[in-house]
């Protein structure tokens, strides 16, 4: 928790949003998606389109993390290629594609580094930067069973380059490198994850916040102990879909018929443990306080 | 992990007793490997860099090396490179010609996220038509990536030259990545004598708070810290941040420069400097010129040679100088296009009495006697031209 703290000197130069972390944020406080509101978050302002569901599941993501103060995220271009310098975390960019293969140096260097200490790591990008031009390096993260979460954040197109068709993108789909509709269809990514060797995969959506804080809090405990983790948030980018914000909500609510969650049996196993042992906490799992400095 | 004794990178170059071996230069390198305590290894075969990929794997195995695995291609070990250094962890990694091209996006980001990385390169033909013989003109590729570049010659300054790297590159007031490169086969693949320090003395660990960017760990303050500058925001502040930031990887990399004369006893090596005629050259030919200067003496030739070791920083004053009062300098180089020769060309006064070659590349040896001969068609050409 020292991490956060303002040496001793520094209070007045320091932001007022930065004291405010310090001093309402949410580390080492155990919260969820159901306390939004109440504390200062991760992050509070962006640069992203008004009413993007994308940055709506974002940050959900960063209100469900279960140990804030330790948790590491690596992106890579793209929508939140823009936001990441302002996520109260330690946050960079991988070059466009690289995501798993940073976080898993990454891991890895942090495990030598704090044998005994858990350092969460999440690789986040979307849907073009895992299924396209990060596809390699993605699956042979999962094949070697890499111990962190990747997050794809699929708003069903390249959003921040203008609005191309990616390998996510549903057929027919006119976008503007598919000017006569996409030719082939969607990639079926979740089945993608489940042959290369994860031990969670899941799909959220925004529209059931809980149900997505949830799946965030599984897919980090599993990948902490027992392997890789992969969710996919569906959503759709209602800027270059040419969508209200309103149209693009309910079109992710539409996708809630997308929702489910695999588990290896040895994952599931250890979720039942965990989830049996605070029962009464619900959703709000209890961990993350244990690793407490 | 076994107790080890750790000593400073001062007493391991410039102090501590040596031994000779009889090794090939990847056993040399891997040699200064184990000595450097490295923590994370990631690496992806490729001829003629396989070898020093197997013996980091069996470093491992013994212990030495406390994390290392196969990566899935270049480009994404390089990547995986970063994410190990911005942890802060000594890392290591090495490729060979192909492999450097494959992974030239996280090699033009590693200097400027300020990761002291080193990585070797066993330079060899790229692209077409495919080639996998000794040649250096990778470098061409990575001058301007920001990166510390060291030429080897051979065996010996492999071992060198790599602790070296480690040394200067984790200089808090240089921070940087180092290539150290060797003309494949030439040198990975030659045995020779080398002197090494005791096996049972390895570097102190790296310690991520002398960084000057903090580590990416959330254990330094400030949380609200992207490793890298505000690249993607469109306004003023950004851009010259960014472009501070530009400028100040260069300058770091100039900061070098005293600790390059420090541990390397300067970024030259010269046999007779006050001589008619120098040749300048870098790794292999240095080897080769380093003969041909004694066969073209004993013909009557005054001729001196100049090694470079450091390619970045390039060190233009020093070459400047012994210019000066040089009538003709030679430029033997093993690639095609006389990247070196560009390079002195573009930092000595009257530069028509610089000469590029003999050029030589694609697998073919560079005999002392071709010097030498292309040594006096340069000489009788130049007293026509007088």
């Known amino acids: 928790m020292d991490a956060v703290k303002i040496a001793p000197g520094f209070e007045k130069i320091m932001p007022q949003e930065y004291q405010d972390l310090v001093s309402d944020g949410p580390y080492g406080r155990n919260l969820s998606v159901k306390d939004l509101g109440t504390f200062k978050e991760l992050i509070d302002e962006h640069p992203l389109c008004a009413g993007c569901t994308l940055t709506l599941s974002f940050r959900m993501v960063l209100a469900s993390l279960p140990n804030p103060e330790n948790t590491l995220i690596v992106t890579c271009a793209g929508c939140f290629g823009v936001i990441h310098p302002q996520i109260s975390l330690h946050c960079t960019i991988a070059p466009f594609g690289t995501h798993n293969a940073f976080a898993s140096g990454l891991k890895r260097a942090l495990k030598v580094k704090f044998p005994d200490k858990n350092k969460d790591v999440i690789a986040m990008a979307g849907d073009g930067g895992f299924s396209d031009i990060g596809l390699a390096p993605t699956f042979h993260s999962w094949s070697r069973g890499e111990r ?102 309910n079109r992710a609510k539409g996708f809630e018929s997308q929702i489910f969650e695999y588990f290896t049996q040895e994952a599931q196993e250890y979720i039942e443990g965990i989830e049996k042992k605070s029962p009464k906490t619900g959703l709000n799992l209890g961990v993350g306080a244990e690793n407490e400095d | 992990m076994k107790e080890k004794k750790t000593v400073s990178p001062e007493y391991m170059i410039l102090e501590a007793p040596r031994e000779k071996k009889f090794l090939i230069g990847n056993e040399a390198l891997a040699e200064a490997v184990k ?22 794997g069996d470093l491992w195995a013994a212990g030495y090396i406390k ?54 390169i066993m330079g060899r033909g790229v692209g077409t038509p495919a080639n996998i013989q000794p040649d250096s003109v990778e470098i061409f590729y990575l001058l301007e990536t920001g990166m510390i570049i060291f030429h080897v010659e051979s065996p010996q300054d492999f071992f060198d030259m790599t602790l070296q790297a480690y040394a200067i590159a984790e200089q808090p007031d240089v921070h940087l990545p180092v290539i150290v490169f060797c003309d494949g086969f030439f040198v990975t693949h030659t045995r020779e004598i080398v002197e090494i320090t005791p096996d049972d003395e390895f570097l102190h660990p790296y310690d991520s708070n002398l960084s000057p960017v903090p580590a990416m760990d959330m254990e330094a303050v400030p949380v609200r810290m992207a490793r890298d500058c505000l690249v993607i925001k469109n306004n003023f502040i950004s851009y010259n941040a960014n472009a501070s930031w530009q400028q100040e990887v260069r300058a770091a990399r100039d900061r070098a420069r005293k600790h390059i004369d420090r541990f390397m006893g300067g970024p030259l090596e010269v046999i007779n400097p006050d001589a008619e005629v120098l040749i300048m050259a870098s790794g292999s030919a240095a080897a080769q010129a380093r003969v041909a200067i004694e066969m073209a003496q004993e013909e009557g030739i005054d001729v001196g040679m100049v090694k470079i070791k450091v390619i970045r920083p390039f060190p233009a004053a020093e070459i400047a100088r012994l210019a000066e009062k040089v009538k003709l300098i030679m430029v033997p180089e093993f690639n095609f296009i006389g990247w070196l020769a560009k390079e002195i060309k573009a930092v000595v006064n009257n530069n028509a009495k610089v000469f590029s070659g003999p050029n030589v590349f694609a697998g073919m040896t560079m005999p002392p006697e071709v010097i030498v001969d292309e040594l006096k068609k340069l000489l009788k050409l130049a007293k026509l031209r007088r």
């Open chain 1, 148 to 249: 962190f979460t990747s997050i794809m954040l699929d708003n069903e197109c390249y959003a921040n380059t203008g609005g191309q068709d990616s390998g996510m993108t549903p057929e027919g789909v006119a976008l503007n490198m598919s000017p006569l509709g996409k030719k082939f269809p969607k990639i079926e990514f979740a089945q993608v994850a489940k042959l290369a060797g994860c031990a969670y995969v899941a799909t959220a959506t925004p529209t059931k916040p809980r149900l997505l804080g949830q799946m965030i809090r599984r897919a980090i405990l599993i990948s902490r102990e027992i392997g890789p983790s992969f969710i996919r948030i569906a959503t759709v980018c209602q800027t270059n879909y040419k969508l209200s914000p309103i149209d693009g909500y």
């Open chain 2, 35 to 56: 000595r450097a305590n490295v923590d994370v290894v990631v690496v992806y075969p490729i001829t003629p860099q396989s070898e020093i990929s197997h013996l980091c």
């Open chain 2, 67 to 120: 994390e290392y695995y196969r990566g899935e291609d270049e480009l994404h070990v390089m990547a995986s490179m970063m994410g190990a250094a911005s942890a802060g962890v000594r890392t290591f990694t090495a490729t060979s010609g192909p492999g450097t091209l494959r992974a030239m996006e996280p090699f033009s980001c590693w200097a400027g996220y300020r990761l002291p990385i080193v990585c070797p």
